[in-house]
């Protein structure tokens, strides 16, 4: 998701601030300024990051929960709207999802009351002059259980929408149950920016935006993981396909890449044992650099590997994270097959197309 800077690794999981909230705490920041000076400045900034490590405490709750049930989570991306967790993979039930879903509110709601009852509940008062201490933590708790409410609205990517997700799969399916959660995050986003226009609130019909956007993409993921289930990375693999050695310059890279129909290519060594892997556009811009230059340079080493018994469904998140492969490899670390996004989306129209042989036109 675009540009963000990593500030710390806690366990097994990366802490990333994504571009857009840094622009957001200097947006709040000079709007400060302009109104009470530098002093207040710094202290809207301070709230801010207190705040934000709120949000960071909160995504902690869905993590440990995660990990309660053998999931890790290498990745939190925080945006101004609240955090995004990466697990690394689905967790296997819907009561675990429940569960997860659930845990990351429940952390706001006891840092928000604990707040509030140790303060003796002061009122919540949005005034940038409130300096002291007791303003401020009354303030953070108030937001702290106004951010567990909201994100428990049953609407994606809220936390609500995943809750409202696991009760539905239960009974009706994961696919079907991801279907009507995401309708229901849609609709949400609607009335949310129908309010946002009518009272003139522009921050309100961003989010609508974002709600309405993440749904439909939470739908897209479902439809293509339901499409995957039961089947296996050997399954969906292609296995017709060229590699390219690491000593090869990249000007033959070019070659294949016009003689083939792959953007894709594996990466292997002498021996044929995988190296890493090509895209398009890696060798686009070595071939700009130098034509001599030797695919070894110019190729990715990280692209995500994975045996030919991979549940199907786990592939789609690995080629979320934007890799632009996974490659299967056989016990002999040579590549059987790759799989790439396209691949998946073809399997998941040939699976629909199964599924309702009569819904054929339109
Ligand atoms: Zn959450």
């Known amino acids: 998701m675009g540009w963000s800077l990593t500030i710390g690794k806690f366990g097994e999981t990366k802490v990333r601030l994504h571009w857009s909230f840094l622009l957001f705490i200097a947006w709040i920041a000079s709007l400060y300024f302009v109104r009470a000076g530098a002093a207040a400045a710094i202290g809207g900034t301070i709230f801010l990051v207190l705040l934000f490590a709120c949000v960071v ?42 569960v997860i879903a659930l845990a990351g509110p429940a952390v706001s709601l006891v840092i928000g009351l604990g707040l509030l009852l140790l303060l003796g509940f002061p009122p919540f008062a949005l005034s940038s002059e409130g300096t002291n201490l007791r303003t401020v933590f009354g303030q953070l708790g108030w937001i702290n259980l106004f951010l567990a409410g909201f994100n428990l609205l049953p609407a994606f990517p809220m936390d ?131 034509p001599a230059t030797p695919v070894l340079d110019a190729m990715q080493s990280s692209v995500p590997v994975v045996t030919a018994n991979l549940n199907a469904d786990q592939l789609v998140r690995h080629l979320e994270e934007r890799a632009p492969m996974v490659v299967v490899t056989g016990a002999d670390g040579r590549p059987a097959g790759i799989v790439t996004w396209d691949n998946m989306l073809e399997l998941m129209m040939i699976e629909k197309a199964r599924a309702r042989p009569s819904a054929g036109l339109g």
């Open 57 to 98: 405490l909160h995504e902690f709750g869905h993590i440990l929960a995660a990990r309660h049930f053998g999931v890790k989570t290498p990745e939190v991306l925080l945006l101004p709207i609240g955090g995004v967790s990466r697990l690394e993979h689905f967790p296997e039930e819907p009561r675990q999802e429940l």
């Open 160 to 290: 609500g929408g995943r809750v409202l997700r696991a009760l539905l799969a239960s009974r009706f399916g994961y696919a079907r149950g991801t279907r009507i959660a995401a309708s229901a995050g849609q609709v949400a986003a609607a009335v949310f920016g129908l309010l946002g226009l009518v009272s003139g609130n522009v921050i309100l019909v961003l989010i609508a935006l974002f709600v309405f956007l993440a749904a439909g993409g939470e739908a897209g993921v479902a439809q293509m993981r339901n499409a995957s289930l039961g089947l296996t990375a050997a399954d969906v693999m292609i296995t017709e396909f060229e590699s390219l050695r690491a000593d090869q310059p990249i000007s033959e890279a070019a070659e294949l890449l016009i003689r083939t129909n792959q953007h894709e290519f594996p990466v292997v060594d002498g021996k044929g044992v995988l190296r890493g892997g090509l895209a398009r556009a890696d060798i686009i811009k070595a071939l700009h650099r130098d």
